[in-house]
């Protein structure tokens, strides 16, 4: 089983932007799918964004598109999420997951989380 670190989350203002960055360790990620997930208080995990092993294939969720990128670095075994005019809404602790199964919210591993607070 894979060890990911989330980092990057703090507090921003309306409008601005954040990178987080999920860091892998204990085995290769090269030829896993890889997913951005949230959470805020009193709602349930959903879905932000998923890449492929090869990055060949990239979804967002409609409520993200045309803001935030997912990417990775198998050279460096890390998966990004740059998040761009970010909104109050997007305020949640935000999650990485490896060996995702496409399209839904089943993965092998998942992260500790990061919190992102964005302010108004």
């Known amino acids: 089983q894979v060890h990911l670190v989330e980092s990057g989350g703090g507090l921003v203002q309306g409008g601005g932007s954040l990178r987080l960055s999920c860091a892998a360790s204990?085995?290769?990620?090269?030829?896993?799918?890889m997913g951005w997930f949230r959470q805020a208080p009193g709602k349930e995990r959903e879905f932000v964004a998923a890449?492929?092993?090869?990055?060949?294939?990239?979804n967002y969720a409609n409520s993200v598109k045309g803001r935030f990128t997912i990417s990775r670095d198998n050279a460096k075994n890390t998966v990004y999420l740059q998040m761009n005019s970010l909104k109050p809404e997007d305020t949640a602790v935000y999650y990485c997951?490896?060996?995702?199964?496409?399209?839904?919210?089943?993965?092998?591993?998942w992260g500790q989380g990061t919190q992102v607070t964005v302010s108004s």
């Open positions: 997951a490896a060996d995702l199964r496409w399209g839904s919210k089943t993965a092998a591993s």
């Open positions: 204990g085995r290769t990620i090269s030829a896993s799918n």
């Open positions: 890449i492929t092993w090869s990055g060949g294939v990239i």
